[in-house]
């Protein structure tokens, strides 16, 4: 795994967590910026997945199993665009509060990931 892109995921998806926490504090839904926000986390997140990949397809493996380890990649890909998309169902504060919700948990999963493969 590359350090620094988990961490850089990380920090994005916490930066987006607390703007979207800040939004559903002040009683916002889910605006556009916060769309592109969560498009920019997910590039994130979909070059952790294809590094993951690769690196597996290489020879490498991680030090807890490859299965959990390609399970924790593609659910970390998945978080925040699910998050998003029930954003959108959800046009109140919660679906602000449902996308910061989304940021942590991704955050989470990457030290998850990072600690599986053998950090």
Avoid at 21 to 38: C, E, L, N, S, V
Avoid at 51 to 73: K, M, S
Avoid at 88 to 101: M, Q
Wanted: aromatic residues 10%; hydrophobic residues 55%; proline residues 3%.
């Amino acid at each position: 795994m590359l350090v620094a892109l988990t961490v850089a995921t990380s920090v994005a998806a916490l930066a987006l967590a607390a703007w979207c926490g800040f939004a559903a504090y002040r009683d916002q839904p889910t605006k556009d910026w916060h769309f592109i926000g969560m498009g920019v986390v997910t590039l994130l997140a979909l070059i952790q997945l294809i590094v993951g990949i690769v690196q597996l397809a290489r020879g490498e493996h991680p030090e807890q199993g490859t299965t959990i380890f390609v399970a924790y990649l593609i659910g970390s890909f998945a978080c925040v665009p699910a998050a998003g998309f029930m954003s959108l169902a959800e046009r109140t504060r919660w679906g602000s509060a449902t996308v910061a919700a989304g940021g942590v948990v991704l955050a989470v999963l990457e030290v998850r990931l990072y600690d599986i493969w053998g950090g």
